[in-house]
């Protein structure tokens, strides 16, 4: 009896022992594990981007450029849309630098009112690079990525002079971003000296078809002597377009947009459209996001990047791709 309570008691103590074994083994291995995760989470990169609106192709693509490359490096990219509010992308700014995102892309809705939120990210020591319109505090951001706005101004009213000698003209403008002033200031600065150019009207659409649609509808109410619409972009120049069939137009207008946008393509294919100022969101993308990591890696970059536009018309349609931007 005895003997059989000492096997007992030794086999017990196996059994004890194994398990001691085996917690330290997993306390080892749990400990490897976690120091691992930790060390993979410090690695990983987190981008904040917040555009002036999602309502527009031109800025999902430059996302979805971003957004491919980050994906690509095993980083992760947050996307956010203020839907053309100054004071909500300046709580976006705020809620993105509360993340401790590594860079914020900024495209602002207001170029001025954004100041808080770049002043923020400045003290918090997140770099900004801004893309397709400047910021008037550029002392603010590390990079502006933008085209050439002016030029794209100037291709359309160097056009428009080519196919009319004299026009009575209405501008459609968003003036609280400095790429929509430009391309416009563009235009007016071309036509300077150059008499039986007139502006008859003008509309601060937003760039927003939603909203160039009924401001023309108005303008075309008042004006039955309409040559010509220049608008920032080819949103507004599509609303002007819906305005100008809507109301059953009876005259020849020649409509001018700025993107390049496969829609815009289309339409002057279809001579419907007059032209476009094109722009190239993909390589503003991807120097976006290039630059990003450079910031990342304490590299120097370029303060500012310029990407030219190309005027697109009837005339070289072809030489385009109509179903990409």
Known sequence: MQDYLMQNWKNKGKIVILFILFGMIFAIYAKTYFCYAQKYEKQKRVFGATYMTMNNQFYKIINNEIKLQVEKNGDHLIALDPALDWEKQNEQIHYLIQKKVDVIFLNPVDWKKIKPGLEEAKEAGIPVIVIDTPVYDEDLVDMTIVSDNYQAGVQCAKDMMKKRTSA???????????????????????????????????????????????????????????????????????????????????????????????????????????????????QMGDTAIESAYQLIDKKSISKTKVVPVEMITKENIKQFDINRW
């Open 168 to 282: 009575n003209i209405v501008l459609l403008t968003h003036k609280n971003t400095k790429s929509g002033e430009d391309r416009i200031r563009g235009f007016l600065d071309t036509l300077k000296g150059k008499t039986g150019y007139q502006i008859i009207d003008s509309a601060d659409t937003e760039g927003q078809i939603e909203r160039s649609l009924p401001k023309v509808e108005k303008i075309i109410e008042e004006h039955d002597d309409i040559d010509v619409i220049m608008a920032l972009n080819d949103p507004a120049a599509m609303g002007a377009l819906a305005a100008l069939d809507s109301k059953d137009y009876g005259r020849e207008v020649l409509v001018y947009g700025v993107d390049g946008s496969p829609e815009a393509k289309k339409l002057i294919q279809e001579d419907m459209m007059t032209g476009t100022s094109a722009q190239f969101p993909k």
